[in-house]
């Protein structure tokens, strides 16, 4: 068997398309556009590269944004007070506003998140948001499990009843994920994709890690960890959703054997050009959400 590939960044054009006659439409309603405003602490070439992806996607659909660099040295105190700023929008109408992670190690991380409106955590990192997602009434869902759901959807690769197996159990994907795809179908939902599976979370203490993905209908990694889930790991006919991003010998690759596992798999998503560009188009509809919110207001 050769899987087929799951094209993430062919979806994710696909739904910016969509998303900028949205964000025209809005712009038409309201005489303003979106705006997005990022924190960009230090200088790590990878969140810079990250951020810069997010601004060009927000480019593309109409929506305008605004990247403030930080240095390295910034405290927590002085992180807080940039965000609270921004939220009272002291640097310009904030509907979305983003802190690109990791923030370096002296920083108390979770400060800074929690310094983000609830109501403008286009990350979905919020307390009240991750508590809103898990009581099955998500506002803004965290951006790389909402991508992997969609991916699922838009494959119509069926989730009600079958065994998804997660590896790795982080609050902003493995965590999410399993609560997303665990879920009842949203009331008024077209779709009964993407949501009622069994979830399994796998983490560095499960031990035998194959024991648990060898069963699993859909395995999603998402660890960091290159080419930790090989072929023996995966059940012929497995769904195999990579977010792992890693760079080795100045190459990306995921968390999965590609080769060999795509030999073995009905699906799987690439790296780079999966699960990444899906996270970055999800922003961009949080951050339209957002917008939309608060004109409601
Ligand atoms: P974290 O480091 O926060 O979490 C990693 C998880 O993997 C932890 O739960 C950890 O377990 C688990 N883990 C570590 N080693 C093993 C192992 N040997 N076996 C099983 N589980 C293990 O990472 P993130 O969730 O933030 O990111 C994961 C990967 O996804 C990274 O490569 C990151 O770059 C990538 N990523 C990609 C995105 C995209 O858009 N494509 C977006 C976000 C992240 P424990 O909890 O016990 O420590």
Redesign the pocket.
Known sequence: MTAQVLDGKGLAGRIEHSLRDEVETFAGMFGRRPRLVVVLVGDMA?SAS?VKSKAAAATRVGIDSDVIAVPETATTAELVALVQAIAADQHGPADGILVQ??LPRHVDAVAVLDAVPPDRDVDGFHPENAGLLSQGRPRFIP??AA?VQRMLIDAAIPTAGKHVVI????????KPLALLLAQRPPAGCPTDGGCDATVT??????GD?GHFTRQADIVV?????PR?ITADMVRPGATVI?????RVDGKLI??VDYGPVAEKAAWISP?PG???????AMLIANTLLAAELRMKR
């Open positions: 990878a990250y992670l990791p951006c790389t991508g590896v790795g159990r982080s609050d902003i994907v493995g979370i796998c983490h560095s203490r499960s890690i990694a998402a660890v960091g960890r930790l990579d977010v792992g991003i890693n995921g968390d790296v999966g699960v990444g560009p899906m996270t970055v």
